[in-house]
């Protein structure tokens, strides 16, 4: 049937979309197949669009606002010299018609009322019935199978796929397209839509009216509409999506009892509680944290893991690629029930371990259980950073805020193998039977793949009564150890912890192989609890390491240096030391044979008197009085000495040749010096040289070989003192 397409915006007098009110068409002529009276009507959506096909002849408009009250507009002709492409085109088309005309419209009006109070009945009869289908709220297979005509935005809620309360409703509104084959299933048609027996096409309303108080609840329904939403209210109110039959389940989804999988809804935060995570600090959530940590890794974009509470696992949580740990606020107290809390109470790995790039722990607390503290020390570390053992296994790029571990039988954190870039801000270890932070290249996990770690910055680190050295870096069997660590603001404690013997690879607080390795502001402690200084500082064993104004509390010295096998250990520097009140007057740093340089830098209230043992080969030592380097050279350009001193240059030493050499190299060389020898102080030379004795830049004296010239004497005693020389007339004389 011929007819005219109108599609526009239908707004009420403020602007606004008109929703809800429905223009009427009345066909007042019979034109085909359609008769007069016939009706077609046009419901404004909420956004105010339609789009709507009016069929040739002369049509009656009326508008029927939301509250019902209808309006008659006008009576338009629409033929084929239409040009009208909206609604208010149309309406603005229509003109007064003649007498002629009117008369004509009159019988034809008389046939129509005719035949509209039949089509009223009829209608009539037809809303009776679709009320009836609608109240009735049929099952989604008895909608396919319906013949009846409903109005377009008709909606019927199936409350069941095949009977009642089976979970496979829905929600479905009639859409307007008609002329399609009917379907068998939802899912024929992609789910979303279905067509009836008449073939009009019904459309599914996706919104989250199926709600599940718990999980089992979700996975026993019987959902069968694909692409309809849900949420369980046990998972922090997770929203899932019904996905199409083939879809394979991922971890935390939902599988259903009516075969399709509910697929959970995730951005860049998968919270524990939405895969099942209790946070109550009784319940094992060691599978809802795996499959969390799992989802995120398959996201691979960066995505975090959260969680607010305290929660028990009796695994090891594996880190992967670009994953993030974050509790809401770890807390720093023993015994404290803070958010963030994770116990482990298994005794066969660590709590967590980091195996990949990219990795985020921030503000947990990692926590071993009793049972787990007293039993063997094995692999029960906090965190084992470890990549795979195999030639590409690496840990790059991991990140540590505000995570603090205590009460584990091993080290707090253990980096084992191949270890690049790493940052560790503010976390704490404390009453661990290891070491509280060890990096290692591999011996001890046993790993055949090993490698140096290197690249780590530790801010502002805690130790606190660990069985262990508080910081081991470089550990293992290659010589060169680790490489570019900085530690900053560390504070340490031993709490009457004496160093396990079995462990330990020296007495001394913290263990450091390698190069570049520096520390910076921070207090090392060799009081072993009782107020005795037992331990010294550091071991340090490699090249070009720099310990800046660092605090010494309770040591026996600050450092022993060994020598490394692969290389002499040296350019190790101590700058701006500072000793407790406990620290012990002894040698400051002793060394291996072998060791090569090794620089102090004191302030000037240093107690030490010895800083050095006599193995070392070039010590190096400056105060705000003094500069020494042993035998070695010093190359100084120029000394400036001021005009307060009492003295401008002082030498001093005990031995029975003490003075200054000088000497030129090349033309005119010369070696001589200011020296003594036994009781005497001697100006002189050491090569075949002239001796020159000069004033006011004038020669006064030579001493030549085999002679002494004497210069500008005066010929009389005038002016002269007892014991001057004088020259008469080529006599010397002493007045």
Same mark, same amino acid.
């Given at each position: 049937m011929?007819?005219?397409?109108?599609t526009?915006t239908?707004?009420n007098p403020? *602007?606004?979309p008109?929703? *809800?009110?429905?223009?009427?068409?009345?066909l007042?002529?019979?034109?085909g197949?359609?008769? &007069?009276?016939?009706?077609?009507?046009?419901?404004?959506?909420?956004?105010?669009?339609?789009?709507?096909?009016? #069929?040739y /002849?002369?049509?009656r408009?009326?508008y029927?606002?939301?509250?019902?009250?209808?309006r008659?507009?006008?009576i338009v002709?629409?033929n084929?010299?239409? #040009?009208a492409?909206?609604?208010?085109?149309l309406?603005?088309?229509?003109?007064?018609?003649?007498?002629?005309?009117?008369?004509?419209?009159?019988?034809?009006?008389?046939?129509?009322v005719?035949?509209?109070?039949?089509a009223?009945?009829?209608?009539?009869?037809?809303?009776?019935?679709?009320a009836t289908?609608?109240?009735?709220?049929?099952?989604?297979?008895?909608l396919?199978?319906?013949? +009846?005509s409903?109005?377009?935005g008709?909606?019927i809620?199936?409350l069941?796929?095949?009977?009642?309360?089976d979970? /496979?409703?829905?929600r479905?509104?009639?859409?307007?397209?008609?002329?399609?084959?009917?379907?068998?299933s939802? $899912?024929?048609?992609?789910?979303a839509?279905?067509?009836?027996?008449?073939?009009?096409?019904?459309?599914m309303?996706?919104? +989250?009216?199926?709600?599940?108080?718990t999980?089992?609840?979700?996975q026993a329904?019987?959902i069968?509409?694909?692409?309809?939403?849900v949420?369980c209210?046990?998972?922090?109110?997770?929203?899932?999506?019904?996905?199409?039959?083939?879809?394979?389940?991922?971890?935390?989804?939902?599988?259903?009892?009516?075969g399709?999988?509910?697929a959970?809804?995730?951005?860049?935060?998968i919270?524990?509680a939405?895969?099942?995570?209790?946070?109550?600090?009784?319940?094992?959530?060691t599978?809802a944290f795996q499959?969390?940590?799992?989802r995120?890794a398959?996201?691979?974009? /960066?995505?975090?893991?959260?969680f607010?509470?305290?929660?028990?696992?009796?695994?090891?949580?594996?880190m992967?690629?670009n994953?993030?740990? #974050? *509790?809401?606020?770890?807390?720093?107290?023993t015994?404290?029930?803070?958010?963030g809390?994770i116990?482990?109470?298994?005794?066969d790995?660590?709590?967590?371990?980091?195996?990949?790039?990219?990795?985020t722990l921030?503000?947990?607390y990692?926590?071993?259980?009793?049972?787990r503290? &007293?039993?063997v020390?094995?692999?029960?570390?906090?965190?084992?950073i470890?990549?795979d053992?195999?030639?590409d296994g690496?840990?790059?790029?991991f990140?540590?805020?505000?995570?603090?571990?205590g009460?584990?039988?091993n080290?707090?954190?253990?980096? &084992?193998?191949?270890?690049?870039?790493?940052?560790?801000?503010?976390?704490?270890?404390?009453?661990?039977?290891?070491?509280?932070?060890?990096?290692?290249?591999? #011996?001890e996990t046993?790993?055949?793949?090993?490698?140096?770690?290197?690249?780590?910055i530790?801010?502002?680190p805690?130790?606190?009564?660990?069985?262990?050295?508080?910081?081991?870096?470089?550990?293992?069997d290659?010589?060169y150890?680790?490489?570019?660590f900085?530690?900053?603001n560390m504070d340490s404690?031993r709490?009457?912890?004496?160093?396990?013997?079995?462990i330990?690879?020296g007495?001394?607080?913290?263990?450091?192989?390698g190069?570049?390795?520096?520390t910076?502001?921070?207090?090392f402690?060799?009081?072993?609890?009782a107020?005795?200084?037992?331990y010294? $500082?550091?071991?340090?064993n490699?090249?070009?390491?720099?310990?800046?104004?660092?605090?010494?509390?309770?040591t026996?010295?600050?450092a022993?240096?060994?020598?490394?096998?692969?290389?002499?250990?040296? +350019?190790?520097t101590?700058?701006?030391c500072?000793?407790?009140?406990?620290s012990?007057?002894?040698? $400051?740093?002793t060394?291996?044979?072998g060791v090569d340089?090794?620089k102090?830098?004191?302030?000037e209230? &240093?107690t030490?008197?010895d800083?050095?043992?006599?193995?070392?080969?070039n010590?190096?030592?400056?105060?705000?009085?003094?500069?020494?380097?042993?035998?070695?050279t010093?190359?100084?350009?120029?000394i400036v000495v001021?005009?307060?001193?009492?003295?401008?240059?002082?030498?001093?030493r005990?031995?029975?040749?003490t003075?200054i050499?000088?000497a030129r190299?090349?033309?005119?060389?010369?070696?001589?010096?200011?020296?003594?020898?036994?009781?005497?102080?001697?100006?002189?030379?050491?090569s075949?040289?002239?001796v020159v004795?000069?004033? +006011?830049?004038?020669?006064?004296?030579?001493?030549k070989?085999?002679?002494?010239?004497?210069?500008g004497?005066?010929?009389?005693?005038?002016?002269?003192?007892?014991?001057?020389?004088?020259?008469?007339?080529?006599?010397l004389?002493?007045?």
């Amino acid at each position: 049937m011929a007819s005219v397409n109108l599609t526009g915006t239908l707004t009420n007098p403020e *602007g606004e979309p008109d929703e *809800g009110a429905i223009v009427k068409f009345t066909l007042l002529t019979t034109t085909g197949t359609t008769v &007069s009276s016939s009706k077609s009507q046009l419901e404004v959506p909420q956004d105010g669009l339609y789009d709507i096909d009016i #069929v040739y /002849g002369n049509l009656r408009v009326d508008y029927i606002n939301e509250d019902g009250t209808t309006r008659f507009v006008a009576i338009v002709t629409v033929n084929g010299d239409t #040009v009208a492409t909206s609604l208010p085109e149309l309406l603005n088309a229509a003109v007064p018609p003649t007498d002629a005309q009117l008369l004509e419209f009159q019988g034809i009006l008389a046939d129509a009322v005719t035949a509209q109070v039949a089509a009223e009945a009829a209608e009539t009869g037809a809303v009776a019935a679709e009320a009836t289908l609608l109240a009735e709220k049929l099952t989604t297979v008895q909608l396919i199978a319906l013949s +009846n005509s409903f109005a377009v935005g008709s909606v019927i809620d199936t409350l069941g796929y095949t009977s009642n309360g089976d979970g /496979g409703g829905a929600r479905w509104v009639k859409s307007g397209i008609s002329g399609s084959t009917p379907s068998q299933s939802p $899912a024929q048609k992609g789910g979303a839509v279905l067509s009836d027996g008449s073939g009009d096409v019904w459309a599914m309303l996706l919104s +989250n009216d199926f709600e599940f108080d718990t999980f089992a609840e979700l996975q026993a329904s019987n959902i069968g509409n694909v692409y309809q939403k849900v949420v369980c209210r046990e998972r922090a109110g997770a929203t899932y999506v019904l996905q199409p039959s083939g879809y394979t389940a991922l971890a935390g989804d939902a599988t259903l009892a009516s075969g399709l999988v509910a697929a959970l809804q995730l951005s860049f935060s998968i919270n524990a509680a939405q895969m099942g995570a209790k946070l109550d600090g009784v319940t094992d959530d060691t599978i809802a944290f795996q499959n969390a940590l799992a989802r995120a890794a398959l996201m691979n974009n /960066g995505v975090e893991v959260f969680f607010n509470g305290n929660t028990i696992t009796s695994q090891t949580l594996t880190m992967t690629d670009n994953t993030s740990l #974050v *509790g809401s606020s770890a807390s720093r107290q023993t015994g404290v029930q803070g958010s963030g809390r994770i116990t482990a109470i298994h005794s066969d790995g660590a709590v967590i371990r980091v195996n990949g790039e990219n990795v985020t722990l921030k503000n947990l607390y990692l926590r071993g259980s009793a049972a787990r503290r &007293s039993g063997v020390k094995a692999d029960n570390y906090g965190i084992l950073i470890e990549g795979d053992d195999d030639a590409d296994g690496a840990v790059r790029g991991f990140r540590f805020d505000s995570v603090y571990i205590g009460n584990h039988p091993n080290h707090g954190i253990l980096s &084992s193998g191949y270890m690049f870039v790493g940052t560790i801000n503010q976390c704490a270890v404390r009453d661990c039977g290891g070491h509280g932070m060890m990096f290692d290249n591999g #011996v001890e996990t046993g790993r055949t793949f090993r490698g140096r770690p290197g690249g780590v910055i530790i801010q502002m680190p805690k130790f606190f009564a660990n069985s262990g050295h508080q910081l081991v870096i470089g550990s293992g069997d290659d010589d060169y150890g680790a490489y570019r660590f900085e530690v900053h603001n560390m504070d340490s404690a031993r709490a009457g912890v004496s160093l396990d013997p079995a462990i330990k690879f020296g007495d001394a607080a913290v263990y450091f192989k390698g190069e570049n390795i520096t520390t910076k502001n921070c207090a090392f402690n060799g009081d072993n609890g009782a107020g005795v200084p037992t331990y010294r $500082a550091m071991i340090c064993n490699g090249r070009v390491m720099e310990h800046s104004y660092n605090r010494y509390i309770g040591t026996v010295g600050i450092a022993h240096i060994e020598q490394n096998p692969s290389f002499n250990s040296t +350019n190790i520097t101590f700058d701006g030391c500072q000793f407790g009140s406990t620290s012990t007057n002894v040698v $400051a740093v002793t060394t291996d044979a072998g060791v090569d340089q090794v620089k102090i830098v004191a302030p000037e209230d &240093s107690t030490f008197t010895d800083w050095f043992d006599t193995n070392l080969s070039n010590p190096v030592y400056e105060a705000s009085d003094r500069i020494s380097r042993a035998t070695q050279t010093l190359d100084i350009k120029k000394i400036v000495v001021t005009s307060d001193a009492d003295a401008g240059v002082i030498i001093s030493r005990d031995s029975a040749t003490t003075g200054i050499s000088v000497a030129r190299t090349g033309t005119g060389a010369v070696v001589g010096g200011l020296t003594t020898a036994g009781g005497d102080i001697r100006v002189g030379s050491n090569s075949d040289s002239d001796v020159v004795l000069i004033r +006011n830049d004038v020669q006064v004296v030579t001493v030549k070989d085999g002679t002494v010239n004497i210069a500008g004497l005066p010929t009389t005693t005038g002016g002269l003192a007892g014991g001057d020389l004088w020259n008469d007339s080529g006599t010397l004389k002493i007045v």
